[in-house]
């Protein structure tokens, strides 16, 4: 067993520490404190139709192609597991070889009542496990009444159609309650057949089917609140165009229970979480044929306890600790016929276990009208570990076979000690500008698969990886926990009468045993040179990214027409290997938007138009494509009258056709013979889409 510890102390005496380091502060105050801007909030919207994608990228994240209901987040250059989502708090883990059903596939965005985002920095309350930021998800909640009588409150239906892929979307909730007793109900269907580029060519492999399924209860008594939350999620299939396989099944259910306690000079609050999703993989569309099965299920349980009071009249602590039980066994079904993937069924992980106890000190901080602070420590201790693994067959020239005797003897727990240290500080100059920022050290140890996907041979490596590259890929049980430091500052401006605002950041983050990949082998599935591809290992390297963005939003003109704004913003990323001087894959080159908004009372238009400069930055060992720049104009209508709420919008006005710079590649077309080489994913063509909400 290999252990990482943190140099000169132990765990116990980091607690100590943090935990004394609080303790000196002791007073009564009931004042009440400024909190950390975030990227953006998003009140409930029941127009808000389909996947998350939309809102996010409206906080700034952009996103790394997938099914049409399971892009992965990215922040600052980062993406998958390097990103935190919560869902109302609870950290659901990803059970899949692909990353197939991240934490965002499991809630549709008319079921959402709040987004935020925290790129780079964060306090270490929110969490750990992460070194890109962290995206908090609230569904709806609980809705008490006025009166003590237990009766309706209200509902809505929603409905979207979508013409390039023929989406039909359906939404549809309700809300009973009394003044101490709360039900609501949220339910969303999401069904699209493969979209159109802008050439009108279809691209392969891009059609779903997806259902989610809420319900929350609460019940409050005095200063005490009880809520439960049963979740279900049901998707038939997913297409995946930049993956091998496609999903053919993905269920799921999960409860979340909250207690919060409001006390005399503070809050108790306690959460449990439970989830359980049951995950299969294969192939069920003619536009990418196969035959394998892949079958995963996976439970995450969790908890989490917090105390936070007031200190003095300046100062509020918070003190937590939670625990993080995620168990995951991963197995490809023989098939009896096969020479190659049978008779026995291939053990990928076989009862992996990622076990994660942490404990929390947090202290805000007015230190005068004009200057706020927020510091904090987190300790973190990481086990992993995983059972036996079993090849196909015992056949000894069988390259898996003896990667499996090595992987079995091989000493596969791994216990990482992880220090999280934040301070974020906000300083207002004048009552029109201020200075936001930020200093962290963050960490995250390695997943299940990054550590324990220990087969060699082409099929099994293919299997593995959620990078849409087309490469195979291989676990290192000996890697180490990534470790960022970050610095970010923000600069804010606005005018006195609020007709315009400005606002410019920047972010700079090391980060030590960075997880990427080192090729150690290639394949070619044809006698084409242009499908070949390396097999790459997980390793630890250093990186760089850093990146600025700005953004302007001024007030044209507001008269009987209406009220007409211009905003503008610009986002500028990099990030280099610091071993190899190489780039990393997929970051997204400079980004320029320019939206028009106008508002005329219950109507509101905008008319964007979003350019990319051309990618020339690529990851040249896993064979990253560049693309050429390209321009977008989006239109969007909406008008309330009412009860009912009435959208249109444009997607891609002019038809154009363009790649997605963080796409990955088509292996869809390449499955089905249309094209002999790993060509960049193509983006969606025009699209009509009409939507109605009815609120009853």
């Not at 918070?318 to 066994?329: I, M, T, W």
């Not at 990928?348 to 927020?374: M, S």
């Not at 963050?442 to 490469?471: C, D, H, Q």
Request: negative net charge.
């Amino acid at each position: 067993m290999v252990v990482h510890k943190l140099p000169l102390f132990s765990p116990i005496s980091y607690l100590s520490v943090v935990v004394a380091s609080c303790f000196p502060l002791v007073a009564q105050a009931d004042d009440e404190f400024d909190t950390i801007e975030v990227t953006g909030h998003l009140q409930q919207n029941t127009a808000n139709m389909g996947a998350l994608d939309t809102i996010l990228k409206q906080q700034g994240v952009d996103f790394s192609a997938a099914g049409g209901v399971s892009a992965l987040p990215v922040i600052n250059g980062m993406t998958a597991d390097k990103v935190k989502v919560l869902l109302d708090g609870a950290d659901i883990s990803v059970a899949c070889a692909n990353q197939m059903n991240p934490p965002l596939s499991y809630l549709s965005a008319s079921q959402v009542s709040q987004v935020s985002v925290l790129a780079g920095v964060s306090p270490v309350s929110v969490a750990g496990d992460n070194i890109a930021g962290v995206i908090q998800v609230k569904s709806t909640g609980a809705r008490f009444a006025n009166s003590a009588e237990f009766g309706w409150q209200a509902g809505y239906v929603s409905g979207e159609y979508r013409s390039n892929n023929k989406a039909k979307r359906l939404g549809v909730g309700l809300a009973l309650a009394s003044d101490n007793f709360s039900i609501d109900y949220q339910g969303h269907s999401d069904k699209a057949q493969s979209y159109e580029d802008g050439n009108g060519n279809l691209v392969f492999d891009t059609l779903y089917k997806a259902e989610n399924h809420l319900l929350t209860t609460a019940y409050k008594q005095d200063n005490q609140l009880w809520l439960v939350k049963l979740t279900h999620q049901q998707i038939p299939y997913q297409g995946y165009p930049n993956q091998y396989m496609d999903m053919t099944k993905n269920r799921s259910n999960g409860a979340l229970l909250e207690y919060t306690n409001n006390l005399e000079n503070g809050e108790f609050s306690a959460r449990v979480n439970w989830h359980k999703v049951s995950h299969e993989m294969g192939f069920f569309t003619p536009e990418k044929m196969g035959m394998m099965p892949m079958n995963t299920e996976a439970e995450d349980k969790s908890y989490r306890l917090s105390y936070q009071f007031a200190a003095n009249a300046q100062t509020r602590i918070l003190l937590g600790h939670e625990l993080f039980d995620y168990q995951l066994d991963d197995w490809w079904p023989g098939m009896p016929d096969s020479m190659m993937m049978g008779p026995l069924d291939y053990l990928n992980i076989n009862n992996g276990k990622r076990k994660r106890t942490a404990v929390f000190a947090e202290v805000e901080q007015n230190i005068n009208p004009d200057f706020y602070l927020n510091y904090g420590a987190r300790i973190e201790q990481v086990t992993t570990n995983a059972d036996e693994a079993q090849a196909y067959n015992t056949m000894p020239m069988n390259a898996d076979f003896m990667a499996m005797q090595q992987f079995n003897t091989s000493d596969r727990k791994q216990q990482d000690t992880l220090l999280d240290l934040s301070l974020i500080g906000r300083y207002s100059l004048d009552n029109n500008s201020q200075i936001e920022f930020g200093l962290a050290q963050k960490n995250r140890a390695p997943n299940l698969y990054e550590r324990y996907s220990w087969g060699r041979g082409v099929m099994a490596t293919s299997m593995i990886g959620w990078f849409g590259s087309g490469n195979g890929y291989v676990g290192d049980i000996e890697l180490k926990p990534e470790t960022a430091r970050t610095l970010s500052i923000k600069f804010s401006k606005m005018d006195a009468a609020a007709k315009w605002q400005f606002d410019v950041s920047g972010y700079y983050t090391k980060v030590d045993d960075y997880i990427d990949a080192v090729k150690i082998g290639q394949f070619n599935r044809s006698d084409n040179p242009a499908t070949l591809h390396h097999i790459l290992q997980f390793t630890n390297v250093d990186a760089r990214l850093y990146g600025l963005k700005a953004n302007w939003l001024n007030e044209l003109a507001s008269n009987e027409s209406g009220v007409w704004q211009l905003q503008l913003s610009a986002d500028k990323q990099f990030g280099r290997n610091a071993d190899s001087h190489s780039d990393l894959y997929q970051i997204k080159p400079l980004e320029l938007t320019a939206t028009i908004k106008h508002q005329l009372g219950n109507w509101q238009n905008s008319l964007s138009w979003q350019w990319l400069d051309d990618k020339i930055h690529v990851d040249l060992n896993r064979l990253e494509n560049t693309t050429e720049s390209n321009h977008l104009l989006n239109l969007e209508s909406q008008y309330e009258w009412d009860n009912v709420t009435l959208s249109l919008s444009i997607d891609n006005l002019l038809d154009e056709y363009y790649q997605l710079p963080l796409g990955g590649v088509s292996i869809a077309d390449v499955s089905s013979k249309r094209s002999d080489n790993f060509a960049q994913l193509a983006g969606e063509g025009r699209s009509v889409n009409l939507g109605v909400v009815y609120r009853f």
